[in-house]
């Protein structure tokens, strides 16, 4: 089956950029999707077809895709962006979605 | 506006069958499918199944398959999920997602429900 792999934690500074990784096998031939979560509450998509934000995400969210690595990064961080992140695709050969591990991102 | 709205918390015990509701609004239920995610606590996202609620076609993670059923009530825009044989490791937060996607190359799920907490214990 598909494997997502996301490292567990990332921190940054305040006004950094974070890069939040998903590998999995030649992931750029499927679309990334990824979600964020705040402690208590339901997960919030904040990018979509790897690169697109939904209406109402800061465009200090961005996503990439390329290879075997897909990356959510947030530019100029802010301490409300701090939460758990995971990245999705669909494995069309069992028509399953497939969840990252997700990764736990701090502001310093 | 669009919402995803789940029936409350349950307590049950272990052997025993839960249902969870999951009522749409704000969009026509029959256009996008209704998937089902849990989360233990401390543990990441675990992707249950999903339905089409137009076709009622159906798919599972492998793990749920023949422990938990999906179905609906498009009179209502309601999708429930009902899982039996509960045991203390299904205790997890519940939720319900709006799905969109080709079943190709992509497929994501652009709204929430807010979880419901299901505790399994003796």
């Known amino acids: 089956s598909y494997v997502l792999t996301q490292p567990p934690s990332v921190s940054v500074a305040p006004g950094k950029t974070a890069r939040i990784t998903c590998g999995g096998n030649n992931i750029a031939s499927k679309s990334v999707h990824w979600y964020q979560q705040k402690p208590g509450q339901a997960p919030v998509l904040v990018i979509y077809?790897?690169?697109d934000r939904p209406s109402g995400i800061p465009e200090r969210f961005s996503g990439s895709n390329s290879g075997n690595t897909a990356t959510l990064t947030i530019s100029r961080v802010e301490a409300g962006d701090e939460a758990d992140y995971y990245c999705q695709v669909w494995d069309s050969s069992r028509d399953h979605v497939i969840f990252g591990g997700g990764t736990k991102l701090t502001v310093l | 506006q669009v919402q995803l709205v789940q029936s409350g918390a349950e307590v049950k015990k272990p052997g025993a069958s839960v249902k969870v509701s999951c009522k749409a609004s704000?969009?026509?239920?029959?256009?996008?499918?209704v998937n089902w995610v849990r989360q233990a606590t401390g543990q990441g996202l675990e992707w249950m199944g999903w339905m089409n609620p137009n076709t009622g076609n159906i798919g599972f993670a492998q793990k749920f398959q023949g422990r938990v059923t999906i179905t609906r009530n498009t009179s209502i825009s309601t999708a429930y999920m009902e899982m039996s044989s509960l045991r203390s490791e299904d205790t997890a937060v519940y939720y319900c997602a709006r799905g969109f996607g080709d079943y190709d190359n992509y497929y994501y799920m652009d709204v929430w429900g807010k979880g419901t907490t299901v505790t399994v214990s003796s």
């Open positions: 077809y790897d690169s």
């Open positions: 704000g969009y026509t239920f029959t256009s996008y499918d």
